[in-house]
Nanobody, 116 residues
Framework: QVQFVESGGGLVQPGGSLRLSCAAS????????MGWYRQAPGKQSELVAV???????NYADSVKGRFTVSRENAQNRVSLHMNGLKPEDAAVYYC??????????WGQGTQVTVST
């Protein structure tokens, strides 16, 4: 029901920055929250950041002070500005949307690699 277009992943050196963007469309219900999950090899999926339609923002403790999540374009697009990237941030990042009716949806993911 939900289509995601994710972009911005890539390779960056430790201490560098990346910006991830996600546009969601193709659903009937409104987006109540959007954000990003990530999953590294051998680790469980982690909610990185989420922003609600009311503007409430939650971050994983590991990214507080370094990552910033925002919603754009009539609240159907979410961006994640990642600064001060660390090797432990390397993962596949998945766009996330919670829609009216309580449904949860994830994108295909974009690879973020942090390496020298």
């Amino acid at each position: 029901q939900v289509q995601f277009v994710e972009s911005g992943g890539g390779l960056v050196q430790p201490g560098g920055s990346l910006r991830l963007s996600c546009a969601a469309s193709g659903i009937v219900f409104t987006f109540h929250a959007m954000g990003w999950y990530r999953q590294a090899p051998g680790k469980q999926s982690e909610l990185v950041a989420v922003i609600s339609s009311e503007g409430t923002i939650n971050y994983a403790d590991s990214v507080k002070g370094r990552f910033t999540v925002s919603r754009e374009n009539a609240q159907n697009r979410v961006s994640l500005h990642m600064n001060g990237l660390k090797p432990e941030d390397a993962a596949v990042y998945y766009c996330y949307a919670r829609c009216g009716g309580g449904s949860e949806n994830w994108g295909q993911g974009t690879q973020v690699t942090v390496s020298t």
